[in-house]
C-alpha cells in the first residue's frame, strides 16, 4: 500500500488522534486527560467505519469492542483472541480486512486509532488525519510520530472550549496528505 491517493473506490486511510502540543498521546496506557467531548467527536468519527488498533490499546479501552464498527487488532502474539473484534498478524494484512469491510459497507475510510507503534507503521500509508490538538504539555511514555513538513494541508480546524467532562482546550483538525 501507498500514501498516494486512494484507487477510485478504495476507502481513505485516515489516522484519528489526540495529542498534546509535546506530542504525548499516553501515560502507562491510558490517555493523559479527561476530554468527554472528544471522545463524543471521535465516536462520531469513526461509527459505522472499520477501526485499527494494536493491542495494548485493544486492552486499553474501558468497554470492548468499541461499539458500531468493525474493531481489528493486530498482534503478533500467537493464539491472541479479541472477543468481539478481529486479530491480524500484521499491519497490512489489518488495513486489507478494513478496505474489504469499508467496501461491502460503502464507507469511503476506514481508521488507525493507535497506539504510537501503530501509528508509526500506518503514518505512511495514511491519506488523512484527524489530529485533536490539546492545550496540554502531559507526561507520557506513548508519542504521536513527528509529522514531516510539507506533507500534510490542513483542510480544516475547530476550535473547542474545555466544556463539561474537559480538562482542557482543544483543536480538531483534519490534515490531507499533499
Not at 93 to 109: H, M
Not at 153 to 177: T, W
Request: proline letters at 6%; hydrophobic letters at 40%; a negative charge.
Amino acid at each position: 500500500m501507498s500514501a498516494d491517493e486512494p484507487a477510485i473506490g478504495l476507502p481513505a486511510i485516515c489516522l484519528i488522534v489526540a495529542r498534546g502540543r509535546n506530542g504525548v498521546i499516553g501515560t502507562q496506557g491510558d490517555l493523559p486527560w479527561r476530554l468527554s467531548s472528544d471522545l463524543k467527536h471521535f465516536k462520531a468519527v469513526t461509527s459505522g467505519k472499520p477501526i485499527v488498533m494494536g493491542r495494548k490499546t485493544w486492552d486499553s479501552l474501558p468497554r470492548r469492542p468499541l461499539p458500531g464498527r468493525l474493531n481489528i487488532v493486530v498482534s503478533r502474539q500467537a493464539g491472541f483472541t479479541a472477543e468481539g473484534g478481529e486479530v491480524a498478524g500484521d499491519l497490512d494484512t489489518a488495513l486489507v480486512i478494513a478496505i474489504t469491510q469499508a467496501q461491502a459497507d460503502s464507507v469511503g475510510e476506514v481508521f488507525v486509532i493507535g497506539g504510537a507503534q501503530i501509528y508509526a507503521a500506518a503514518l505512511g500509508h495514511a491519506h488523512r488525519l484527524y489530529i485533536t490538538e490539546v492545550e496540554a504539555d502531559p507526561a507520557g511514555d506513548a508519542v504521536f510520530p513527528t509529522l514531516e513538513a510539507g506533507q500534510w494541508s490542513e483542510i480544516s480546524r475547530e476550535v473547542h472550549e474545555a466544556g463539561p467532562g474537559d480538562e482542557h482546550n482543544f483543536v480538531c483538525r483534519v490534515l490531507e496528505r499533499v
